[in-house]
Every structure is written in structure tokens, then in C-alpha cells.
């Protein structure tokens, strides 16, 4: 009788904790937000698609999401690459913007222009966005803009911009150096060269979190997109995603401690900026989830990242050089003196994994066309001049 009640005892404490696992792991596959199912999954979104953040992958993770649920996105109009960047956006910058009422899914690069982006996106819509430590975001645009920004051509380094800034950077080249200071600050439609006033900084700030539901963090991405994932109720493969637009090692500049400083405070209101959803991003990861919950879909999240890089890219997912690169379509855009990387498929892949694998890895400026194409069958397909097309 001892015995049986020992056994009892056991099997009951089994039970509960079997019952813990399938709970745990019915969360992580399931989308929730604040910890309970909320219905469909949201599908009218604002993407504010900040410069060298990291902005790449997840601007190919809506355009996956569109492609696979038949969504319109608001496309730029014609031959243009973006929705006419780095003047403040217009709606007659989307193609189709008269003959349809609204889209779906707007996430190309624009500067910030509330009231216009209200005349092409529902009144519902999702408005998220994505930082960087503005050091190594400036480190980056450096390298990437070094040809197009005059404020960085004439200068030999970023370490000899930084020491005299305002050498090289003129106030009267405006746009054509908006990558030079302050590039996030600008985006979300501010003045970049504005003084860093704390009333001024405070009240930007705050109309940033007015309109913006979540701000991502580009150094935390994984966190960030379990954190969208919940918001959205999007499922697990709707969020992972490969790095795209990355730069190879050799064209990333080491920064001495003092050039990080230098750095910090040329962009004080970019580093305002990023310090404030920093500690935002954290704080709600902290009340939606807290860290063991976290850990779990960080975890789960990689999982199916390395999966699916098992089962897409060849070299067990090895980053390549463009003129590596097989398939001329899914070579990456090459800017200044970046060396942007990208990926080999595996051979032998079948017709339905090959489009599943392609779409993961599909650089940005052919996705664009892709979907152009598909969404304005009766206009002249995009042109990608580097692609020869």
C-alpha cells in the first residue's frame, strides 16, 4: 500500500511536468501577446526602414509575409527604388496609390511623413521601426555611402572625419549628407542638424512612441523579433529569417575607443534616440516574457534558423562574396566600399523548397521587382541595372 501511493504520488508529479513541457512548448509555437491567443494575425503594417540597421532582413521578412498571404504592399512607383527618399515621403510616391484605396504592407525606405503615409495605410495599421548603436550605424554608412555622401568623400577615413567634422560636412548639402549625421534621427522625419535640447530631444522622443508600437533593436535582433512576433501573431517561419546585406569583415573599420566617443556625440541625437528604445525593448521583453521565457524562443528561434539553413544554403550557410555568388539573381547590390554578402542555394533542391529557400535569400532590390511584377502585371517590369536586366 506504501508502495502504491509512492507510485501514485510519482505518476501525478510526471504528469505535471509533461504538462509544463507541452505548455511551454504549445507557447513558443503558438503567436500570443501578453501571454494569451488574441485572433488573426495583424496584416496592415508600417515598416519605418531605418539606414544600415540591419533594416534588410526584416524588410525581406514583411515582403515573405505579403507574397505568402496575397497582401499588397505600397511599392515605389515606377522606375524608383524607394518611396522617394530623402525628400519627406508623398503617397504619390506608391505606385497604384489612386486606383487602390489602401495597402496592406508599406516597409521601403521613405523619410517619415505621418499624414501622408495615413492617405496609403489603413487606420489600423501596425507602425514599427529598428535602431542601431548610431557608432557603428555611422561606421557603416561611412563605408556604404563613402562614393555618394560629399561629407564622406573627401574625407580618407572615418577616424579623420570624426577628428574635424565639419571640414568635410557642409549644412547647405543637405540631402546628399543626410547619411553623415544623425541618418535615424532623419529618417523619422526630424531635423538631423538640430540642437541636442532636452525639451526638444523629449518631445521627439515621445512622438516617436505615440505613433510607433514597437521599436526594434538591431544589436538584439533574435529578442526583437520574438518581441514582433508576439505582436503580430505571426507564426514561428513567418519571423526567421537569414542576414542579408551584411558586410564582409575586411570592410568594417575598427574603432578606437576615442573615435567611438568622437562618434557618439556628432550623432547625440541618433545616440538619444537609441538609448531610450534600447531601454524600452528590454523593459517590455522583461514584462511580456521575462528571461527565462525568453531564452526559450530566442532558442527556438535560432533552431529553425539553422534548419532551414540546412535544408537552403550550401557551404552549411557560409556567407559568400558576390563573385561567388552562382545565381546572378541573388546577388546582393554592391555600394562604395562596402563588400556586400549573400548566398549559394544548395543543388538539387525541389521546385516548391527551391522557392521557399530563394525568397529567404533574396537581396532586397530583386525582391522589389519580384513583387512589383507580380502585384502590376500590366506595367513595365522594374529595372536592375547591376543585374543587367
Not at 130 to 149: C, D, G, H, M
Not at 229 to 237: G, I
Amino acid at each position: 500500500r506504501y508502495f502504491r501511493v509512492i507510485l501514485l504520488l510519482l505518476l501525478a508529479l510526471t504528469l505535471l511536468l509533461l504538462a509544463g513541457f507541452l505548455h511551454s512548448d504549445l507557447e513558443l509555437d503558438t503567436p500570443l501577446f501578453g501571454g494569451q491567443a488574441e485572433g488573426p494575425p495583424v496584416t496592415n503594417i508600417m515598416f519605418l526602414k531605418t539606414h544600415k540597421t540591419a533594416s534588410s532582413t526584416v524588410l525581406n521578412i514583411l515582403y515573405r509575409f505579403a507574397e505568402t498571404h496575397n497582401l499588397s504592399v505600397a511599392l515605389p512607383a515606377g522606375s524608383r527604388v524607394h518611396l522617394g527618399y530623402p525628400w519627406l515621403f508623398l503617397a504619390r510616391y506608391v505606385e497604384g496609390v489612386g486606383s487602390q484605396q489602401r495597402f496592406n504592407i508599406m516597409c521601403n525606405h521613405l523619410r517619415f511623413n505621418l499624414p501622408q503615409v495615413q492617405k496609403v495605410m489603413p487606420n489600423d495599421t501596425f507602425y514599427f521601426s529598428i535602431l542601431r548603436n548610431p557608432v557603428f550605424q555611422l561606421e557603416s554608412s561611412f563605408i556604404y555611402y563613402k562614393t555618394y555622401a560629399p561629407a564622406f568623400r573627401g574625407a580618407p577615413s572615418l577616424d579623420a572625419f570624426l577628428a574635424s567634422p565639419r571640414t568635410f560636412y557642409n549644412d547647405s548639402r543637405h540631402l546628399r549628407n543626410v547619411y553623415a549625421k544623425n541618418n535615424m534621427w532623419f529618417d523619422f522625419g526630424f531635423d538631423p542638424n538640430a540642437q541636442c535640447e532636452e525639451g526638444y530631444v523629449r518631445a521627439r522622443i515621445a512622438e516617436v512612441e505615440r505613433r510607433f508600437r514597437l521599436v526594434l533593436i538591431a544589436e538584439h535582433l533574435d529578442e526583437s523579433l520574438v518581441l514582433l512576433r508576439r505582436r503580430l501573431r505571426w507564426a514561428l517561419d513567418d519571423v526567421v529569417a537569414f542576414r542579408l546585406n551584411s558586410r564582409s569583415a575586411r570592410s568594417v573599420a575598427r574603432l578606437s575607443p576615442e573615435t567611438r566617443e568622437r562618434a557618439r556625440s556628432w550623432c547625440a541625437l541618433d545616440w538619444r534616440l537609441y538609448e531610450h528604445f534600447n531601454r524600452t525593448l528590454w523593459a517590455q521583453l522583461r514584462a511580456e516574457l521575462g528571461p527565462r521565457r525568453l531564452r526559450g524562443e530566442v532558442e527556438r528561434l535560432r533552431a529553425r534558423r539553422r534548419e532551414l539553413a540546412s535544408l537552403c544554403l550550401q557551404d552549411g550557410g557560409a556567407l559568400k562574396n558576390h563573385t561567388q555568388i552562382r545565381d546572378p539573381r541573388l546577388r546582393p547590390y554592391q555600394s562604395g566600399k562596402a563588400d556586400i554578402l549573400g548566398y549559394n542555394l544548395r543543388p538539387g533542391l525541389d521546385n516548391q523548397t527551391l522557392g521557399v529557400c530563394q525568397r529567404l535569400v533574396m537581396p532586397e532590390l530583386q525582391y522589389m521587382a519580384r513583387l512589383y511584377a507580380l502585384q502590376f502585371p500590366e506595367k513595365p517590369l522594374k529595372n536592375i541595372p547591376f543585374l543587367g536586366a
